[in-house]
Each structure stands twice: as C-alpha cells, then as structure tokens.
C-alpha cells in the first residue's frame, strides 16, 4: 500500500511498515516557508476520510511540543474536521483517564470512583483482544471501614505478548528521580531517559516514548490503545485535604492515566471498559451525587497483574491470534487518532 504526499512537483511514495509515521521524512523536501503539518485522514470509516488537517500556528506539530508542552492533535472521527492543540500527559477530567485514588472519568464522560483493595489486581478494560489490568496499592488509617487506594502498575496482555509498567516505591517525592519502571515478556526494559526517548518491540506492535525526561510516557498498543502515564506522589496537600494519614515512611507513588481505545468491541468489559459499552448505563454517577462508586470487584478481581482471568473478563489470547491470522497480507486499519504519532496512520507533510 502506498501513500503519496505531493509538493509542487514532488512526489513521495513510501510504504507505512512501521508504528511511527514519524519514518516518512518529507521536511526535506517541502519548502520552509510551510510552517505547520496537515495531517490526512486516511481511515476509510472515519468522518474525516479525505480529508487534509492542518495543525494550528500555536501548535504547528504533531510530535515537537509548543512553549506550553502541547502538540497538534486531530480528530480524524469527530464530525468537525479540525485540529486543536492538547498536552502529551493524562488529562484527569477528559474520558478514559484514572487520575486520584482512583477516580474514572467514563467512556460516557460521567466521574465515578472505585476504591477496590490495596495489594490486589483489577481489571479495568477487557476486550477479545487485548486486556489491561491495574494494581492497587493503598492505606487505611485507623477506624476508616476501607482502604484508600491508587493505582500503582498497569499489565497489559495482547497477541502473546505481556507488558508492565509500574511506578516504583519512595518514602519522600524527589522530581529528579525516575520512578518508572519496564518489563516487556518477563524481561526487564530500559528506556532511556530523556524527553522523546522511545523503545518499540521488534514486531512494532507496542512502543513507548518519553514525553518528558523523567515519569511521563505514552504507550501505544498498535490498532488497540494509546495509554498516557504520569507517575505521582501523594503530596502534603493531597494528604491534608483528604485526611489520608499517609505514614513518614512512604509517599505512594502512583500513576495517573488516560487511555484512549481504537476499534473496542461492543462488549468491552471491565471497571473503566463497560463504560464504553454502546447501550452502558450508568446508575452510579448521577447529577448532584458527590462522590459516585462503581461497584464491582468480585466480576474484575484478577489473581496477578498479567493474568487473564476474572469474572467478566473475555480476553483470549487464541482468539487475538486466529483474528490477527485472518487479516492475511491486508494493511492495518488506518487511524489517525494523535495525528502522525504513535497510534496514528495519518501521512503528515507541512503545510
């Protein structure tokens, strides 16, 4: 499959093998006077099939940061055909993320919470062919009936693979310190510290990229999911405010995320999936209700952070590979979700 991107009378045609589109260098050969990117959508079920986006002068680039630290993003699917400029880290009031201890905002965009239990696995998005799971750290101080708690690691199972990321303990908070830490099919994983440092499995069906030096990175599941990571310390503040009673001896460092979801099958399950579900309806965070809690734990409870199992789980993993073994020679579906980063198969050129 080729792709040609044309200025004046150059044509460039290459073939989209890998995850970043980042490979197809054309700055080369376009003028520097065109001084934002235009991203092509170029996913044939998108809203924006066809269609040419440029990036905004405040943010004229899909992956070089503006003064504020924002990126151009577009929105291949979104009925308006534009672009807009966004941060490379979670946003804990946007759909998908689970930010605090922990609060979800929901596919549906409704917050609720979910407290689970410190010390054990939960699922929260299970789909035929990948699944994530998170553990729970947490404390309880004294007469308080449950745990506070927060989400410390991610396991990620896809294809035959499986994938950490955790954030690793620290008695008190110090910014220069890296607290992320790798392992990708039962080995440890290094990537090197820097802002848009990356590492990419040898299939390119998974990479990771630093968006900052320290504790920032985005993980891409190719075709699956885009998963924004910041690693955080329950601060003084947080621990005056809520009354956490955190001991001298530990800061809980834990992470924030936002994940974003490509091609979810209509019975995605698990505490953040189901809320992704076509006919979900939430029964929990209703208006004027302070603080709503899903439910749950039984059905997402999973024995280890990359285990398959719980009640309403239904990944497979035999499933994953007959589905990925009928695609034949096809191309991957085309998505252009961050534009030419990572989970996108949008063909950027400047404008």
């Avoid at 807009?84 to 804990?92: D, L, Q, V």
């Avoid at 891409?220 to 329950?234: D, R």
Wanted: with cysteine; glycine share 8%.
């Amino acid at each position: 499959m080729k792709f040609v991107v044309t200025t004046g009378v150059i044509a460039i045609a290459m073939v989209v093998a890998t995850l970043h589109l980042t490979a197809i260098n054309v700055s080369a050969a376009i003028p520097s006077y065109w001084k934002t990117e235009v991203v092509l959508c170029n996913e044939t079920s998108s809203r924006c099939m066809g269609a040419h986006i440029g990036c905004p002068e405040e943010c004229p680039s899909t992956r070089r940061p503006n003064a504020e630290g924002k990126i151009c993003h577009v929105e291949c699917d979104h009925p308006i055909c534009n672009a807009g400029c966004r941060t490379r880290k979670p946003n804990c009031d946007a759909p998908g993320s689970a930010c605090y201890d922990p609060r979800f905002v929901g596919g549906d965009g409704r917050v609720f919470y979910f407290h689970g239990k410190s010390n054990e696995v939960f699922t929260l998005v299970s789909d035929p062919n990948f699944q994530i799971n998170g553990h729970f750290i947490g404390h309880r101080p004294v007469a308080r009936p449950r745990d506070f708690t927060w989400i410390q690691s991610l396991g990620i199972l896809f294809d035959s693979h499986k994938f950490t990321l955790e954030a690793t303990k620290a008695a008190t908070w110090d910014n220069e310190v890296d607290h992320l830490k790798f392992t990708y099919d039962g080995r440890d994983l290094s990537v090197e510290e820097g802002s848009l440092s990356a590492w990419s499995s040898q299939d390119k069906d998974i990479a990771v990229e630093r968006v900052s030096s320290k504790n920032s990175v985005i993980v891409t599941i190719k075709n699956k999911a885009e998963i924004l990571v910041s690693v955080v310390p329950v601060t003084k503040e947080d621990d005056r405010v809520h009354k956490y009673q955190i001991p001298e001896h530990d800061c809980f460092v834990h992470l924030e995320v936002q994940f974003r979801f490509f091609h979810l099958s209509p019975n995605v399950e698990g505490v953040l999936g189901k809320t992704y579900q076509p006919d979900f309806e939430n029964n929990v965070a209703k208006p004027g209700k302070a603080m709503p809690v899903m439910g749950g734990e039984d059905k997402y409870r999973t024995s280890d952070l990359l285990s398959a199992e719980c009640g309403a789980c239904i990944f497979s993993e035999a499933e994953e590979q007959s589905s990925k073994q009928g695609m034949g020679t096809n191309f991957p579906t085309l998505d252009c979700t961050r534009g030419a980063a990572a989970a996108g198969y949008g063909i950027v050129c400047r404008k």
